[in-house]
């Protein structure tokens, strides 16, 4: 599957943005989805992550309560819906996709068999 990701932006502390992830393939809705990021000079963080059906999502700590994950299996794309941003949150957002057979650990970024190229984010201050 190939992913795609767009969205970034350069937004205002306290500003909100989406972030889209189109997949490629007919088996999307077969794939667990994941958002990361990387800041510079910082390893790879999660952000969030939602299983293959949608009922099930999780998130980082430092998104907790700001940001939504959700996804859309017929048009192929999962989402970030990012509020309340701060300047910390600046960071390139990968999205990834993870496939049958699925892993549990979904903070973890070797459960992830595909990456997008990364969209950036800049939240001024």
């Known amino acids: 599957v190939q992913l795609q990701a767009s969205g970034g932006g350069l937004v205002q502390a306290g500003g909100s943005l989406r972030l889209s992830c189109a997949a490629s393939?007919?088996?999307?809705?077969?794939?667990?989805m994941g958002w990361f990021r990387q800041a510079p000079g910082k390893e790879r963080e999660f952000v969030a992550a939602i299983s293959w059906s949608g009922v099930s999502t999780y998130y980082g700590d430092s998104v907790k309560g700001r940001f939504t994950i959700s996804r859309e299996n017929a048009k192929n794309t999962v989402y970030l819906q990012m509020h309340s941003l701060k300047p910390e949150d600046t960071a390139v957002y990968y999205c990834a996709a993870d496939g049958p057979p699925r892993g549990s650990s979904w903070r973890a970024s070797w459960k992830y068999d595909y990456w997008g190229q990364g969209t950036l984010v800049t939240v001024s201050s």
């Open positions: 393939g007919r088996t999307f809705s077969s794939y667990d």
